[in-house]
């Protein structure tokens, strides 16, 4: 079974509005930490948010927030008020505590940002 | 702080020749180190990690190797390479800790002819 899946191959938003990034994983792991990166065309991967499985609150960088729903195993990327350089590709990766050198990663979602 | 450097950033090799991509990690000790290829559009694909000098783990088999000859430094290589070897190869690295991501190189572009 695939640890992360990114549903959505491809996401259009409008300058300036708030965009939600799909993440699902699964673990029986009770101890985890999951990670988003954005990707842009020139290739390198940027390190965006983290949340770990024990955190009470939504994590949150500037423009970017994790909508974690623990029971549903989903951790959803909000990226508020999007920007022409927001355009990029951006993965959902997983930690488990059990196997702790793996990070599993999604296919990822390509975000265009529409003037 | 601490950097990684990869290269070449692009390589056009033909058909059945040797490989080599080095990269090398700056400013942390014992790092976790990890080699992942990248098809055009898609996900990242784990090839090899390291959690120590010599101790090399493969994770999709192939004609790729990989080794750590020292303690900040990890190597891909290949003895004959094949068409479907193109592609994007990131490097990165990581400590162990629950909290902490990994931190990726620039890449290699490889094409193959």
């Known amino acids: 079974a695939q640890k992360i899946t990114q549903t959505q191959p491809g996401m259009f938003v409008q300058e300036k509005e708030a965009v939600t990034l799909d993440c699902t994983y699964d673990?029986?792991?009770?101890?985890?930490?999951l990670f988003w990166y954005k990707q842009p065309s020139s290739g390198e991967m940027i390190f965006l948010i983290y949340?770990?499985?024990?955190?009470?609150q939504n994590a949150t960088e500037g423009r970017y927030s994790l909508n974690f729903q623990k029971a549903r195993k989903s951790a959803n990327l909000v990226i508020s008020a999007s920007q022409l350089g927001d355009s990029a590709m951006y993965f959902c990766?997983?930690?488990?505590?059990?196997?702790?050198?793996?990070?599993?990663f999604g296919s990822g979602t390509k975000l265009n940002v529409k003037p | 702080s601490q950097t990684i450097h990869q290269w070449p950033a692009t390589l056009v090799q033909p058909v059945g020749s040797p490989l080599s991509l080095e990269c090398t990690v700056e400013?942390?000790?014992?790092?976790?180190l990890y080699w992942y290829r990248q098809a055009a559009g898609r996900g990242l694909q784990l090839l090899f990690y390291?959690?120590?000098?010599?101790?090399i783990s493969s994770e999709v088999p192939q004609n790729l190797s990989a080794s750590r000859p020292q303690d900040r430094q990890f190597i891909l290589s290949s003895k004959k390479l094949l068409l479907s070897d193109s592609g994007f190869y990131l490097c990165?690295?990581?400590?162990?800790?629950?909290?902490?991501?990994?931190?990726f190189g620039d890449g290699t572009r490889l094409s193959i002819l």
């Open positions: 400013g942390t000790s014992n790092p976790n």
């Open positions: 390291s959690v120590g000098i010599g101790q």
């Open positions: 673990t029986s792991d009770p101890s985890y930490g």
């Open positions: 949340q770990g499985s024990y955190d009470q």
């Open positions: 990165a690295w990581s400590v162990r800790e629950r909290n902490q991501p990994q931190h």
């Open positions: 990766a997983m930690r488990e505590d059990q196997n702790f050198n793996k990070f599993y």
